[in-house]
């Protein structure tokens, strides 16, 4: 089961900003570890988008960016594109149940 | 440029056993962990467990446990996942995928095309 909890959906219009939201507890995101975030776009594998709450692999556009704070997280897609409809997930590092990397409930985007 | 290829899809019955592969190139193989996610149809992703083919160091999440078994052939860059007994509900997409660091923070930094298993009478 997750122990991270993501809203199942957002949505926006083209070029509207919108947050999605990583909700964990003390023993992942509160412990201190990373927050990281994939984008999976319709019948795609997983892609890496942000690592370490912030950062943007080679090739991901300015447009994504991610915070953290306390035990949760949050990833912001501004000039929101309709190539950014799919799922996002954020992963984290769980200390209480030797899962060890735990992902979130997953959000799916719309653009309307 | 780092590449993790995937065996293609499964269609088996209940009781059959199953080995799927993940080759890595691009790389050096032993030198990075490579986990395996399951997609069930229409949900999340799912941590199944890691292994580092450098000297096969193996962890698993508890769901996952003498459920399946991962393991690697560091002669030709492949990490396996095998069932010995399949079930319908291990019906699912599953992914491979490199495990990165980042002030020692893992995340999964490359993926696999995906294998898709189907398990039916």
């Known amino acids: 089961q997750s122990v991270l909890t993501q809203p199942p959906s957002v949505s926006g219009a083209p070029g509207q900003r919108v947050t999605i939201s990583c909700t964990g507890s003390?023993?992942?995101?509160?412990?201190?570890?990373?927050v990281h975030w994939y984008q999976q776009l319709p019948g795609t594998a997983p892609k890496l988008l942000i690592y370490?709450?912030?950062n943007r692999p080679s090739g991901v556009p300015d447009r994504f960016s991610g915070s953290k704070s306390g035990t949760s997280a949050s990833l912001a897609i501004t000039g929101l594109q309709a190539e950014d409809e799919g799922d996002y997930y954020c992963q984290s590092y769980d200390i209480s149940l030797s899962v060890f990397y735990v992902f979130g409930t997953g959000t799916r985007v719309t653009v309307l | 440029e780092v590449q993790l290829v995937q065996s293609g899809a499964e269609v088996k019955k209940p009781g059959d056993s199953l080995k799927i592969s993940c080759k890595g190139s691009?790389?050096?193989?032993?030198?990075?962990?490579i986990a395996w996610v399951r997609q069930m149809p229409g949900k999340g992703l799912e941590w199944m467990g890691v292994?580092?083919?450098?000297?096969?160091?193996?962890k698993y999440s508890p769901s996952f446990q003498g459920q399946v078994t991962i393991s690697a052939d560091r002669s030709i860059n492949t990490a396996h996942l095998q069932w010995n007994s399949l079930k319908a509900s291990d019906t699912a997409m599953y992914y491979c995928?490199?495990?990165?660091?980042?002030?020692?923070?893992?995340?999964?930094?490359?993926w696999g095309q995906g294998t898709l298993v189907s398990v039916s009478s």
């Open positions: 292994i580092y083919p450098g000297d096969s160091d193996t």
């Open positions: 370490a709450s912030n």
């Open positions: 003390n023993s992942n995101i509160g412990a201190g570890y990373d």
């Open positions: 691009g790389y050096i193989f032993t030198d990075k962990w």
């Open positions: 995928a490199r495990l990165d660091h980042y002030t020692g923070s893992f995340y999964f930094g490359s």
